[in-house]
Nanobody, 126 residues
Framework: EVQLVESGGGLVQPGGSLRLSCAAS????????MGWFRQAPGKEREGVAA????????RYDDSVKGRFTISRDNAKNTLYLQMNSLKPEDTAMYYC???????????????????WGQGTQVTVSS
């Protein structure tokens, strides 16, 4: 059974940092494309960052470029999202997602991913 379990969310002040983790099991993590997505209340889900199976290729939404870093540890079956310089508009539920293959140009498209975690809440507020 595929499982994706996110952790690391919480309440942080503007300008602060958080590191999200996503523990994966039930599939060969090292061969899958992984992504982070977020959804704020009343808004559509949006792709934040994606990383190819080998970690060499990453993709970011323009809104987080230079502030967020996606990474993976294939030995630990874990995906990470380091979030720095957080802004109130980053407040959302954050989800990790997995799919065996995703075309390069579609890696921030949620419709391309088959497996999803339950999410972890990130709130940026003073």
């Amino acid at each position: 059974e595929v499982q994706l379990v996110e952790s690391g969310g919480g309440l942080v002040q503007p300008g602060g940092s958080l590191r999200l983790s996503c523990a994966a099991s039930g599939f060969t993590f090292s061969t899958y494309c992984m992504g982070w997505f977020r959804q704020a209340p009343g808004k559509e889900r949006e792709g934040v960052a994606a990383i190819y199976f080998d970690g060499a290729n990453t993709r970011y939404d323009d809104s987080v470029k230079g502030r967020f870093t996606i990474s993976r540890d294939n030995a630990k079956n874990t995906l990470y999202l380091q979030m720095n310089s957080l802004k109130p508009e980053d407040t959302a539920m954050y989800y990790c997602a997995a799919n065996f293959f995703v075309d390069r140009g579609k890696r921030l498209w949620g419709t391309e991913y088959s497996y999803w975690g339950q999410g972890t809440q990130v709130t940026v507020s003073s």
